[in-house]
């Protein structure tokens, strides 16, 4: 990776760059049967829409909060990286009355509604489809996602130093998400292009937030993320890791 990339945003931008075509994010639920295998190249469609989204809809700009009462999902994933495109803080801690916007899975919708801002409802369906019935008093993000366009360049440049990620109580810049995913890399067991990493840790820690997305991104990897990894029957996971050519699995993941 490119090493002046001092942003989540920058090694995103490199990763574009060097091979657009790699698989980057795979995940898994295992309480469906989904499985979803996102390109660097698809993923940053998804991240450039989701920032115009936020941007140009929502209005919101650097400094501003953005909660994400989400779990360890490849549409998490797309926020997360949005969110550093702008300049915005991603709160996976979940203060929603800080935040002047909320983005909410299916089962955090009343923790969400004490956000005053506006409220971003996910349904976290297969296919990244769209709830039956919208719920009341958020907008659907499936619905206004894809109207969104293709490119995104950000307003004003993102600080690398500005806040950027709160994570269990803890506020990182930028620089700090990028350096210390970098130096904690060899300790993931991420090597450089082509380690792949099998997660199927929580985003509500430093650990499943490196280990699920910014250690491989940060390093050239990819990650294979699993959801509802204890509802997957006898033998699946070493299946999985053969059939994916996963070369590392996170610590915790297989204490099922």
């Known amino acids: ?138 907008t659907d993000y499936a619905v206004e996602v894809p109207g969104q366009g293709d490119r995104f360049v950000p307003y004003a440049p993102v600080d690398p130093e500005g806040p950027a990620l709160i994570v269990a109580g803890r506020e990182f810049s930028g620089a700090e998400v990028v350096e210390r995913a970098r130096a904690e890399a060899t300790g993931l067991g991420l090597t450089g292009p082509g380690s792949r990493i099998l997660s199927g840790l929580p985003y509500d820690t430093w650990d499943g937030l490196n280990a699920g997305l910014f250690g491989p991104l940060a390093t050239g990897g990819s990650v294979v993320l699993c959801r509802h990894l204890e509802q997957a029957g006898d033998g699946v996971l070493d299946k999985r890791v053969d059939s994916e050519r996963v070369t590392v699995i996170a610590h915790g993941t297989a204490g099922r």
């Open 1 to 138: 990776m490119n090493a002046t990339d001092r942003t989540p945003a920058d090694l995103l931008g490199s990763a574009l760059a060097a091979d657009p075509g790699r698989p980057l994010v795979t995940f898994y639920d295992d309480a469906t049967g989904e499985r979803v295998e996102l390109s660097v190249a698809t993923f940053a469609n998804w991240v450039a829409k989701t920032a115009n989204l936020l941007q140009d809809e929502l209005s919101v700009e650097p400094g501003d909060r953005v909660a994400l009462l989400l779990p360890a999902h490849w549409q998490t994933a797309v926020w997360l990286l949005a969110c550093a495109s702008v300049g915005v803080v991603a709160d996976v801690s979940g203060e929603v009355r800080a935040a002047e916007v909320v983005v909410s899975g299916p089962d955090r919708l009343e923790e969400g509604r004490a956000c005053s801002g506006s409220r971003i409802a996910m349904a976290l369906r297969p296919l990244g489809g769209r709830f039956p019935q919208v719920p009341e008093g958020f």
